[in-house]
């Protein structure tokens, strides 16, 4: 589970942004992990395509606020 991941650590991630069925699939290293086993990940490996649209979703919730 994450109790087992540390600073540090490869992952390989997969999940969906809340406008899209298709995933965003990245490789990351584990930058922190607090003491409720929340985890920060830093992307390492994200496609041209994939980094496009999350931030296409950042700006669309910036102008909405």
Do not use: M, W
């Not at 699939?25 to 920060?40: T, Y």
């Amino acid at each position: 589970g994450y109790g087992s991941l540390q600073p540090g650590n490869e992952v390989l991630l997969s999940f969906h942004l809340p406008v899209d069925k298709q995933p965003i699939q990245v490789q990351g290293r584990v930058a922190r992990v607090n003491e409720k086993r929340q985890v920060g990940v830093g992307f390492t490996h994200i496609s041209a395509q994939d980094r496009q649209r999350i931030l296409e979703l950042v700006v669309r919730q910036e102008t909405s606020a």
